[in-house]
């Protein structure tokens, strides 16, 4: 089996509820932002990005919320389901020295309850 | 028809050794990335290539040589392996190197150093 990350915070939901995974934010110069979901024993895959000149986008299931006051990511999950138990990042992109990179969060554990 | 590949999947070696890992991405992207995830889920970038040039450098040891031999391939060569080499290594491409380019991740090399 894999390495498991046992330091990763965990959020438990029952299936069909709602599910909220928060992230903070260190630099305010940030512009861009991606939430990130990786599956057991694979790569990180794309779910829903926000630029910093809106505070709220939706795709098909989740919403991603910015707080730029507070430095503060949320992605929102509908009516969860098992398939979306796994590990997700948000990443933001700094442009130090004008260099684009990606800095991905810690990442939280989303667990689904059968 | 895999967008983004990595081989080895797993590999397994002792200190010392010399190793290289490939990476190819077949979306006709500009931009590919080495990144390391160690055991706690933390992802961190190592080196970014546009156009087989080097962008991104972060503070990697210089055991470490990434080598682009052209826009659809970059490999990461370790010397002299040591045991906090251990960890997942996921190669991603992205259309550029800016900012709002969605990266897309291979499936990462569980690197194992005994």
């Known amino acids: 089996g894999e390495s498991v990350g046992l330091h990763l915070p965990t959020l438990s939901v029952q299936e069909g509820d709602n599910s909220i995974i928060n992230c903070a934010y260190s630099n305010s110069a940030s512009d861009y932002f991606i939430w990130y979901k990786q599956e057991s024993g694979k790569g990180p895959q794309f779910i829903i990005d926000i630029r910093s000149n809106m505070d709220k986008r939706q795709g098909q299931r989740v919403t991603v919320l910015l707080n730029k006051t507070v430095k503060h990511l949320s992605l929102q999950i509908a009516a969860t389901q098992p398939g979306d138990s796994a590990v997700y990042f948000c990443a933001e992109n700094r442009v130090p020295s004008g260099t684009y990179k990606y800095i991905f969060g810690t990442g939280t554990r989303l667990k689904v309850l059968a | 028809d895999t967008a983004v590949s990595q081989t080895p999947k797993y590999l397994v070696t002792q200190m010392g050794n010399d190793k290289s890992i490939k990476c190819e991405q077949n979306?006709?992207?500009?931009?590919m990335y080495w990144y390391k995830q160690d055991s706690k889920k933390f992802l961190k970038i190592m080196f970014s290539?546009?156009?087989?040039?080097?962008?991104i450098n972060e503070t990697v040891p210089n055991r470490f040589s990434p080598k682009s031999p052209d826009k659809a391939h970059l490999n990461l060569h370790i010397n002299s392996l040591e045991l906090g080499d251990s960890a997942v290594y996921f190669c991603?491409?992205?259309?550029?190197?800016?900012?709002?380019?969605?990266?897309?991740f291979g499936p990462g090399t569980r690197l194992t150093v005994t």
């Open positions: 991603a491409s992205s259309q550029g190197p800016g900012s709002s380019y969605e990266q897309y």
């Open positions: 979306l006709g992207h500009d931009t």
């Open positions: 290539y546009n156009n087989k040039e080097l962008i």
